[in-house]
């Protein structure tokens, strides 16, 4: 699953990196939880949490079935 995960990053990456920010993957729970951490500009932005739960999570549920949900750490 950590591959698919990485593989539905690489698509959103280029949307975060043109507003100067990026996503890291920390990990990839069992239960379904994806770990990530947003960097650059995302990490202090006041829209963050915006942007991981209607970009990220979004995205990747939709790429990846078994994703349950993502948090930032």
Known sequence: ????????LEKIRPALQRD????????VGEDGIVKVKLTGACGGCPMSQVTLKQ????VLM????????????
């Open 1 to 8: 699953m950590r591959e698919q995960v990485e593989k539905a």
């Open 20 to 27: 100067g920010g990026g996503v890291e993957l920390v990990d």
């Open 55 to 58: 970009g990220i999570e979004r």
């Open 62 to 73: 939709k790429e990846v079935p078994s994703v349950k949900e993502v948090v930032s750490v």
